[in-house]
């Protein structure tokens, strides 16, 4: 399964852009990035996904590098709300390979503090 | 959209003795998961179940673990003669499998705790 690497921490004040980062220097060519959230005590929550394009959703923003094997997580304006663990996950299509089963692998993710 | 459901949301037993949680998707989602989390870790993964079909069980469901989607809506994940390590998060998600990438919809969560 491919990895992913992220900064155990990072921290930002609230209402400033927040940019997280993600290297996955091994990625296939078919494999999609997803950003999944967890804040205390819930369960994850999905962010966003893309593949070689940038990415806009209403919760944030995904910068894909062009060779792919970095991405960027961005959150425009950061609120307290956004205090969580951001983990970074490659999915590969179920299509590619007898194996996969759109399990989600998990690494240990990054805890964004937000200060006010 | 209910959201998925996890009961109880915390369970304390003894070790040695069995536990059972319950997981209801989202409706209409007929791809289930389970994972695992432990404290200062991310999930991982247990199994997944397509409709009433489990397709993929982790070396982490050792054979005391056994879990049953029997009519492919709710999930139950049973865990036989407990152990001090099995304390941890019992997460379960949800998810359309109508394509690939689909977002997958997490519960709460059952916390437990082995004494």
């Known amino acids: 399964d491919a990895k992913t690497t992220q900064p155990n921490s990072m921290e930002s004040n609230e209402e400033e852009p927040v940019h997280l980062p993600c290297n996955h220097s091994t990625i296939s060519g078919t494999d999609y990035i997803h950003w999944y959230r967890q804040l205390p005590s819930q369960g994850p929550e999905y962010v966003i996904h893309g593949l070689t394009s940038n990415v806009n959703n209403r919760m944030a923003s995904l910068a894909i590098a062009e060779d792919r094997k970095s991405s960027t997580l961005i959150l425009h304006r950061a609120t307290l709300r956004d205090a969580a663990v951001y983990y970074c996950i490659l999915r590969s299509p179920l299509g590619v390979a007898s194996y996969n089963t759109d399990k989600l692998i998990f690494g240990t993710g990054t805890r964004l503090q937000v200060f006010p | 959209d209910t959201g998925v459901s996890q009961n109880p949301r915390h369970k304390i037993t003894k070790r040695g003795q069995n536990v059972t949680f319950r997981c209801d998707p989202i409706?209409?989602?007929?791809?289930l998961y389970w994972y695992r989390q432990t404290l200062g870790q991310g999930p991982e993964f247990l199994t997944y179940?397509?409709?009433?079909?489990?397709?993929?069980k982790s070396r982490l469901l050792s054979d005391r673990f056994s879990a049953e989607r029997p009519k492919g809506s709710f999930s139950t994940l049973e865990i036989q003669r407990t152990e001090q390590g099995d304390s941890a998060m019992y997460l379960c998600a949800s998810s359309l499998g109508d394509r690939d990438n689909q977002p997958q919809h997490f519960g709460d969560g059952t916390r437990l705790s082995i004494l």
């Open positions: 179940f397509q409709n009433e079909a489990q397709l993929e």
């Open positions: 409706s209409e989602h007929n791809r």
